[in-house]
């Protein structure tokens, strides 16, 4: 329940930021461009918010490594080939146990999380917006999600700067100095 309100909050608060532009854009707010650029703005705002969306979906309903028990059936095949291994340090056949999940054997890398009360592989943290953890499977989608939001807060900043500006000039044209 608690992951379907984060979900649900992220998405009703992505979805009135990208109704807020354009109301911006439609409403004559931005009526120095002219109706031709602000439409070309409203279509190409659209990829920016799908993106972004997409990310956020795929990072969500990923699984983000939860290890579970035929993890230790299938260990020979999660191995990491020789020539592919970058960690220090790294034992093959190496292998910890989860006194929280009811002693699972687990992968090195791998942490408990207490929020979701599992083990993750290669935990980097649990993100209590989204109300996953993000692991091995989902680190991608994450990043995405991140560079996705990032494009697309530029590219409004960027569309709305220049009557932001002026609105600033014009207030301080217009102030009255009380004496």
Known sequence: MNNF????????????IYICYLYCLQNEYLNSYGRTVRIILGVMSAPFFVCYYWSFIKFSFNNPGYVD????????ENNIPIEKRKIRNYTPNKYTICDKCNFLVRPERAHHCR???????????HCPWIGTCVGERNLKFFFLFLFYGLLTTLYIAITISPKFILALQESESNKVIIR
């Open 5 to 16: 309100l984060s979900f649900l909050f992220v998405t009703l608060l992505s979805a009135f």
């Open 69 to 76: 028990t035929t993890w230790e059936a299938n260990a020979e």
């Open 115 to 125: 929020s979701c009360k599992r083990c993750v592989l290669k935990m980097d943290h």
